[in-house]
């Protein structure tokens, strides 16, 4: 237990470590080209030493408690004896693998919803668009977009199909609903694919492609262990485009059904 | 509200946070895989950290990286220097992005598939040199979508109209860039922005966005991340054409 402990004053050093070239860039920036003095620095020093400390603990709890559990079960779930049972490995089909869909949609689903960097983003969005856009709401559409990709992703790597054929369509799919979607939530959407892959979902993730790449007969771990990473930043552009979408078409249903009644009486 | 009462309220949202990675987690090793949970205690400690980081760094956040990030966009606005501000959303690309943890291990992952593939010589001292390579290749990249995102919040620019170009561009280089390097290059996308850079960036966009008269923080002032994540897929599959 006691090693935790040890543990934790490390990763905080490392943590520290990976900070010092942004602290530079914008003190440096700071005093060197804007020479203005920045109100209530002490906040805000305090505020870089919580974040130090806090990706410090959120880093330590995680490779602790979450992660070699979560690579574990990555591993066992894609392991063709936990999944072809007492069959033939070999008689394997797509259809076989339907604890691998399942997991790979939750892990993508509540690993989205523990990211740091999508929180942050929802607090923002939240903040600057006066309450219209929840925290929750996002994240949930977030969420899901993540788990449909990754579900999807381990399709692919299953079935053994190019994975741009997946991306481009993926592409020509969100453009098709930019032109649909409001204004306001696009460039958000855009967003939202990059930040939810991060801390928390990238190494369960990669576990579970790389297990799957090595365990699937005919698969090569370096080829096709990649790529869930891609759809788990595609699916999410689409799902949050999809919620500003329906959100919009319920509230204009609503007007009309208003505006009905009122013509009514 | 008590300051004390504030903390387990604080506290309380982050459990919720992680509750459904444990209630999977869970799931999966008892009721699926029918195992019992290892290491318990080490474990309950673990998610005790976990909770306490997160909640720790949502005080940090609102504390001093949103903070930062605007106060920096305002005073970039207000002395109105273009060049000194494409600078500074380069440098913070650039730098945030070339000692990211992820990027490090997927640019050694890349190094062994090349190494394996044939397209470099397979010794330790050439697939150093590639991972390295492949690293700046996505930190310059990285700086160069910032600049083109804070650019685009400037002129008022539809974010459409430039990410429609990025996939353009993604798919022409898909159909050039050799097998080996397109699953790499599209995982590079995700990797590249981490849980520092993320709060920075939004908050400097939406900083900027607000302080510039005429621009919407909603419609403008987002999107910064978007770039950060396209740009590296196609820097990346050109780089695999490239060495």
């Known amino acids: 237990m006691m090693h935790l402990f040890v543990d934790l004053v490390y990763v905080i050093i490392d943590t520290v470590w990976d900070v010092l070239p942004i602290v530079t860039i914008i003190f440096g920036f700071q005093f060197l080209i804007l020479r203005k003095p920045i109100p209530n620095l002490k906040r805000i020093i305090t505020g870089f030493v919580l974040v130090l400390l806090g990706l410090g603990f959120f880093l330590e709890g995680l490779q602790a408690a979450l992660f070699p559990l979560g690579r574990l079960m990555a591993y066992q779930l894609t392991d063709p004896s936990f999944i072809a049972g007492s069959d033939n490995v070999a008689a394997l089909r797509w259809w076989n693998y339907y604890w691998v869909y399942l997991f790979a949609f939750a892990i993508g689903f509540a690993t989205t919803i523990a990211e740091p960097s999508l929180l942050a983003v929802a607090i923002k969005a939240n903040q600057v668009s006066a309450g219209a856009i929840g925290t929750w709401g996002l994240r949930i559409a977030v969420a899901i977009g993540v788990a449909i990709g990754i579900a999807l992703g381990v399709f692919r790597i299953i079935t053994g199909t190019p994975l741009y054929w997946y991306i481009i369509s993926g592409y020509v799919f969100v453009l098709v609903q930019t032109l649909f979607a409001p204004r306001m939530i696009i460039a958000l959407a855009y967003d939202s694919g990059g930040v939810t892959t991060s801390t928390v979902t990238v190494p369960l993730v990669a576990a579970l492609g790389l297990g799957l790449a090595g365990t699937v007969p005919g698969r090569n771990p370096l080829l096709d262990g990649f790529g869930l990473i891609a759809f788990a930043s595609l699916f999410p552009i689409m799902s949050v485009l999809g919620y500003a979408q329906l959100s919009e078409w319920k509230n204009r249903r609503n007007t009309q059904s208003v505006t009905k009644e009122i013509s009514r009486e | ?243």
Do not use: H
Request: proline share 5%; with cysteine.
């Open chain 2, 1 to 243: 509200m008590n300051p004390l009462k504030a903390i387990w309220a604080a506290l309380f949202d982050s459990l919720r946070d992680l509750l459904p990675i444990i209630v999977v987690i869970a799931f999966f090793q008892l009721a699926v895989l029918q195992q019992p949970i290892p290491n318990f205690s080490e474990i309950t400690v673990g998610i005790l950290f976990v909770v306490i980081g997160l909640t720790l760094f949502v005080q940090g956040l609102n504390m001093g990286l949103f903070p930062i990030g605007e106060t920096m966009a305002y005073s970039f606005a207000s002395k109105g220097n273009l060049f000194w501000l494409l600078c500074f959303a380069f440098a913070l690309g650039f730098g945030t992005t070339i000692a990211e943890p992820a990027l490090i291990a997927v640019a050694e992952e890349a190094a062994l598939v090349a190494a394996t593939g044939g397209m470099i010589a397979n010794n330790e001292q050439s697939m150093e040199s590639y991972a390295q390579g492949l690293r700046y290749t996505v930190a310059v990249s990285v700086g160069i979508a910032i600049v083109i995102g804070v650019f685009r919040i400037i002129k008022g620019w539809p974010i459409q109209y430039l990410i429609v170009i990025g996939y353009i561009g993604v798919v022409i280089m898909t159909v050039f860039a050799p097998a080996e390097i397109i699953g790499i290059a599209y995982d590079s996308g995700g990797v590249t922005t981490s849980t520092i850079t993320v709060p920075l960036v939004t908050a400097l966009g939406v900083g900027l966005a607000s302080s510039i008269k005429g621009r919407n923080p909603m419609v403008d002032g987002f999107g910064l991340i978007a770039f950060a994540s396209l740009t590296p897929m196609i820097f990346v599959m050109g780089y695999g054409m490239l060495v």
